[in-house]
Protein backbone atom coordinates (compact mmCIF):
# COMPACT_ATOMS: atom_id res chain seq x y z
CA UNK A 1 0.00 0.00 0.00
CA UNK A 2 1.13 3.74 -1.10
CA UNK A 3 1.69 6.07 2.28
CA UNK A 4 1.07 9.28 0.00
CA UNK A 5 2.00 11.28 3.62
CA UNK A 6 5.32 9.50 3.49
CA UNK A 7 5.90 10.36 -0.02
CA UNK A 8 5.28 13.96 0.60
CA UNK A 9 6.82 13.98 3.62
CA UNK A 10 10.32 12.36 1.77
CA UNK A 11 10.15 14.64 -1.17
CA UNK A 12 9.65 17.56 1.19
CA UNK A 13 12.59 17.08 3.69
CA UNK A 14 14.78 16.42 0.66
CA UNK A 15 13.96 19.96 -0.74
CA UNK A 16 15.83 21.41 2.61
CA UNK A 17 18.62 21.29 0.43
CA UNK A 18 17.49 22.73 -2.78
CA UNK A 19 16.08 25.31 -0.60
CA UNK A 20 18.52 26.19 1.45
CA UNK A 21 21.42 26.62 -2.07
CA UNK A 22 18.47 28.92 -3.72
CA UNK A 23 18.46 31.41 -0.22
CA UNK A 24 21.94 31.19 -0.53
CA UNK A 25 22.05 31.77 -4.63
CA UNK A 26 19.31 33.79 -4.90
CA UNK A 27 20.76 36.83 -2.64
CA UNK A 28 22.62 38.06 -6.01
CA UNK A 29 20.65 39.26 -8.49
CA UNK A 30 18.82 37.24 -10.50
CA UNK A 31 16.10 36.82 -13.61
CA UNK A 32 12.97 34.66 -13.82
CA UNK A 33 15.07 32.28 -16.39
CA UNK A 34 17.75 31.92 -13.66
CA UNK A 35 15.20 30.85 -11.11
CA UNK A 36 13.91 28.61 -13.58
CA UNK A 37 17.61 26.93 -14.81
CA UNK A 38 18.22 26.68 -11.51
CA UNK A 39 14.81 24.90 -10.03
CA UNK A 40 15.29 22.76 -13.38
CA UNK A 41 18.61 21.43 -12.07
CA UNK A 42 18.28 20.81 -8.80
CA UNK A 43 14.66 19.13 -9.35
CA UNK A 44 16.10 17.16 -12.10
CA UNK A 45 19.51 15.99 -9.62
CA UNK A 46 17.25 14.99 -6.96
CA UNK A 47 14.94 12.80 -8.95
CA UNK A 48 17.91 11.45 -11.39
CA UNK A 49 20.18 10.76 -8.04
CA UNK A 50 17.51 9.12 -6.47
CA UNK A 51 16.38 6.78 -9.15
CA UNK A 52 20.54 5.93 -9.03
CA UNK A 53 20.78 5.25 -5.68
CA UNK A 54 17.30 3.02 -5.76
CA UNK A 55 19.05 0.93 -8.98
CA UNK A 56 22.13 0.36 -6.45
CA UNK A 57 18.97 -0.72 -3.38
CA UNK A 58 17.64 -3.14 -5.25
CA UNK A 59 20.54 -5.07 -5.92
CA UNK A 60 21.83 -4.72 -2.59
CA UNK A 61 18.44 -5.79 -1.19
CA UNK A 62 19.17 -9.99 -2.81
CA UNK A 63 22.13 -9.93 -0.54
CA UNK A 64 21.17 -7.98 3.02
CA UNK A 65 17.12 -9.06 2.70
CA UNK A 66 17.63 -9.99 6.75
CA UNK A 67 19.21 -6.67 7.61
CA UNK A 68 17.78 -4.20 5.32
CA UNK A 69 16.11 -2.27 7.73
CA UNK A 70 19.14 -1.09 9.05
CA UNK A 71 21.00 -0.25 6.53
CA UNK A 72 18.14 2.00 5.70
CA UNK A 73 18.18 3.15 9.16
CA UNK A 74 22.08 3.73 9.35
CA UNK A 75 21.92 5.60 5.77
CA UNK A 76 18.80 8.40 6.73
CA UNK A 77 20.94 8.51 10.10
CA UNK A 78 23.62 9.66 8.15
CA UNK A 79 21.22 12.19 5.69
CA UNK A 80 19.95 13.33 9.11
CA UNK A 81 23.12 14.60 10.88
CA UNK A 82 24.82 15.77 7.86
CA UNK A 83 21.58 18.25 7.43
CA UNK A 84 22.13 19.21 11.09
CA UNK A 85 25.62 19.94 11.14
CA UNK A 86 25.15 21.67 7.33
CA UNK A 87 22.17 23.44 9.29
CA UNK A 88 24.32 24.46 12.07
CA UNK A 89 27.29 25.57 10.16
CA UNK A 90 25.03 27.86 7.79
CA UNK A 91 23.89 29.53 11.04
CA UNK A 92 28.00 29.98 12.34
CA UNK A 93 28.53 31.55 8.51
CA UNK A 94 25.89 33.96 8.25
CA UNK A 95 27.61 36.42 10.67
CA UNK A 96 30.00 37.40 7.95
CA UNK A 97 28.08 38.86 5.39
CA UNK A 98 29.36 40.66 2.25
CA UNK A 99 27.03 43.48 0.76
CA UNK A 100 28.67 43.76 -2.57
CA UNK A 101 26.07 43.39 -5.84
CA UNK A 102 27.20 40.37 -7.70
CA UNK A 103 25.91 38.72 -11.39
CA UNK A 104 24.08 35.71 -10.71
CA UNK A 105 25.96 32.66 -10.56
CA UNK A 106 27.23 30.40 -13.93
CA UNK A 107 24.74 27.22 -15.43
CA UNK A 108 27.97 25.14 -14.23
CA UNK A 109 27.76 26.57 -11.02
CA UNK A 110 24.39 25.63 -10.59
CA UNK A 111 24.69 22.35 -11.59
CA UNK A 112 27.55 21.79 -9.26
CA UNK A 113 25.34 22.94 -6.40
CA UNK A 114 22.49 21.03 -7.76
CA UNK A 115 24.87 17.62 -7.73
CA UNK A 116 25.84 18.88 -4.66
CA UNK A 117 22.73 19.27 -3.05
CA UNK A 118 21.65 16.19 -4.19
CA UNK A 119 23.66 13.45 -2.52
CA UNK A 120 21.18 13.02 0.57
CA UNK A 121 18.63 12.09 -2.28
CA UNK A 122 21.08 8.94 -3.26
CA UNK A 123 21.24 7.70 0.33
CA UNK A 124 17.85 7.89 0.35
CA UNK A 125 17.57 6.28 -3.11
CA UNK A 126 19.54 2.94 -1.88
CA UNK A 127 17.18 3.16 1.28
CA UNK A 128 14.00 3.26 -0.99
CA UNK A 129 15.33 0.48 -2.83
CA UNK A 130 16.60 -1.51 -0.01
CA UNK A 131 13.16 -0.93 1.47
CA UNK A 132 10.89 -2.11 -1.52
CA UNK A 133 9.25 1.19 -2.15
CA UNK A 134 7.36 2.07 -5.06
CA UNK A 135 9.84 4.21 -6.67
CA UNK A 136 8.32 6.38 -9.51
CA UNK A 137 6.27 8.53 -6.70
CA UNK A 138 9.13 8.82 -4.61
CA UNK A 139 11.09 10.10 -7.15
CA UNK A 140 8.44 12.33 -8.87
CA UNK A 141 8.19 13.86 -5.07
CA UNK A 142 11.51 14.57 -4.67
CA UNK A 143 11.93 16.17 -7.72
CA UNK A 144 8.93 18.14 -7.86
CA UNK A 145 9.39 19.80 -4.27
CA UNK A 146 13.22 19.98 -5.33
CA UNK A 147 11.71 21.99 -8.27
CA UNK A 148 9.09 23.99 -6.08
CA UNK A 149 11.56 24.44 -3.02
CA UNK A 150 14.31 25.86 -5.00
CA UNK A 151 11.90 28.80 -6.36
CA UNK A 152 10.30 29.11 -3.33
CA UNK A 153 13.94 29.66 -1.94
CA UNK A 154 15.06 32.00 -4.65
CA UNK A 155 11.77 34.51 -4.51
CA UNK A 156 12.04 34.23 -0.36
CA UNK A 157 16.06 35.35 -0.97
CA UNK A 158 15.19 38.09 -3.00
CA UNK A 159 12.41 39.69 -0.02
CA UNK A 160 13.79 38.03 3.53
CA UNK A 161 17.03 37.23 5.61
CA UNK A 162 19.17 33.33 4.35
CA UNK A 163 18.56 32.71 7.82
CA UNK A 164 15.56 30.27 7.34
CA UNK A 165 18.04 27.96 4.97
CA UNK A 166 19.32 26.73 8.15
CA UNK A 167 16.47 26.49 10.41
CA UNK A 168 14.89 24.54 7.22
CA UNK A 169 17.62 22.12 7.29
CA UNK A 170 17.31 21.13 11.03
CA UNK A 171 13.47 20.79 11.14
CA UNK A 172 14.67 18.51 7.77
CA UNK A 173 17.10 16.69 9.98
CA UNK A 174 14.41 15.80 12.61
CA UNK A 175 12.22 14.63 9.94
CA UNK A 176 14.86 12.46 8.36
CA UNK A 177 15.76 10.80 11.53
CA UNK A 178 11.72 10.32 12.42
CA UNK A 179 11.55 8.04 8.86
CA UNK A 180 14.55 6.45 9.89
CA UNK A 181 13.29 5.14 13.12
CA UNK A 182 10.23 4.36 11.14
CA UNK A 183 12.09 1.92 8.56
CA UNK A 184 13.79 0.10 11.37
CA UNK A 185 10.63 -0.21 13.20
CA UNK A 186 8.97 -1.89 10.21
CA UNK A 187 11.68 -4.24 9.46
CA UNK A 188 11.96 -5.34 13.24
Known sequence: MINILEILIVGLVLSADSFSAALAMGARKHKKSDVLKFAFSSGGAEALVTFLGSIAGAKVIAEFDSVDHWI??????IVAIH???EGVAEFKSHKKNDDEPKRFH??????IVSLATSLDAFAVGVSLGVAGKPLVPFIFSIGLWAFFS???????ASKASSKLGPIFSLIGSLVIITLAFKFLFEGL
Not at 72 to 77: A, G, R, T, V, Y
Not at 106 to 111: A, E, T, V
Not at 150 to 156: A, E, F, P, R, S
Open 72 to 77: SFFLLS
Open 83 to 85: MAI
Open 106 to 111: SFIKIL
Open 150 to 156: TIIGMKV
